[in-house]
């Protein structure tokens, strides 16, 4: 890609300012009294701070626009689907593995997603037929997924680890399936499977790993030559990595 679109741009600027924000917050929340009470309280007064600033600006740029958040009735309009802090309890415990991320929804299918790491500065991005990559200082870095093919050999990320470990499955649960979608993407986790997951969280980044080679499988489909994208988002139950790997992940969790 020798450029980001317009409407991409756009996207990322509203993503790193709502992550601006997330970004000072985290800075100060280890220097809160370690009061369950005291974190809980700061974190979601930082959501809420977030998804003000992705509202008025999402709204301010396409105005036409639904923006849907966690738990909202997604229209059949155009709308973005949005997640003001993905690993919210990482945010919460000083981690630094959380993402803001934005996915454009036309017509049904995703059209251009961005997952924005604030705490790392890590921004990746996908525009549907355009390929998937992560941002770089001068050069962006073109995202593919991993080519393994054998489960025994395999990092599976995600949620349902106690599954996959009863079958020899390595496992990596960081607790953001935004961003371990979008290490799915980059190739650092070979699949994931994610369960009971809201479609704000996972929206954009089944578009990453789409876009860089992979498939997104919801766990009911029937046929899995090729995703149920409504499926995947109103269910939340999902399998991804390459096409091989994610028939016998699907095969597995079946």
Same mark, same amino acid.
């Given at each position: 890609?020798?450029? !980001? ?12 300012? &709502? @992550? ?6 985290? /800075? ?5 009294? $370690? ?7 700061? $974190?979601?007064? %930082?959501?809420?701070? $977030? ?11 396409? *105005?036409?626009? %639904? ?6 009735? !997604? *229209?059949?309009?155009?709308? +973005?689907?949005? /997640?003001?802090?993905?690993?919210? =309890? ?5 981690? *630094?593995? +959380? ?6 929804? =036309? ?11 604030? &705490? $790392?500065?890590?921004?990746? +991005? ?5 390929? %998937? +990559? ?47 979608? %979008? ?9 994931? =499977?994610?369960?009971?997951?809201? &479609?704000?969280?996972?929206? /954009? ?12 499988? &919801? ?16 269910? @939340? ?15 597995? =969790?079946?």
């Amino acid at each position: 890609m020798s450029y !980001i679109s317009t409407n991409l741009n756009l996207l990322m600027n509203i993503a790193k300012k &709502a @992550g601006g924000g997330l970004s000072r917050d985290f /800075s100060e929340i280890e220097q809160l009294q $370690t009061s369950v009470r005291g974190h809980s309280e700061f $974190t979601k007064a %930082a959501i809420d701070r $977030t998804l003000k600033i992705l509202r008025v600006e999402l709204q301010k740029a396409r *105005p036409q626009y %639904a923006v849907v958040t966690r738990g909202g009735q !997604i *229209p059949n309009a155009p709308h +973005f689907l949005v /997640s003001a802090l993905d690993g919210e =309890v990482n945010f919460m415990h000083g981690i *630094p593995y +959380f993402a803001v991320s934005i996915a454009e929804v =036309v017509n049904g299918n995703i059209v251009s997603a961005v997952i924005y790491n604030p &705490a $790392t500065s890590d921004m990746f +991005f996908a525009e549907k037929g355009n390929g %998937a +990559f992560k941002e770089g200082y001068r050069n962006h870095e073109r995202l593919r997924v991993s080519a393994r093919k054998d489960l025994a050999d395999a990092v599976i990320g995600g949620k349902d680890g106690a599954l996959m470990q009863q079958h020899a499955v390595a496992v990596r649960n960081f607790g953001a399936v935004s961003l371990d979608l %979008a290490d799915v993407a980059a190739g650092k986790f070979d699949g994931i =499977v994610s369960l009971a997951n809201d &479609a704000a969280d996972i929206a /954009s980044g089944v578009l990453l790993v789409r876009e860089a080679g992979g498939q997104v499988l &919801a766990k009911e489909q029937k046929d899995i030559r090729d995703a149920d994208l409504g499926l995947v988002l109103s269910g @939340g139950n999902l399998i991804a990595a390459n096409a091989e790997l994610g028939k016998k992940l699907f095969d597995l =969790v079946k």
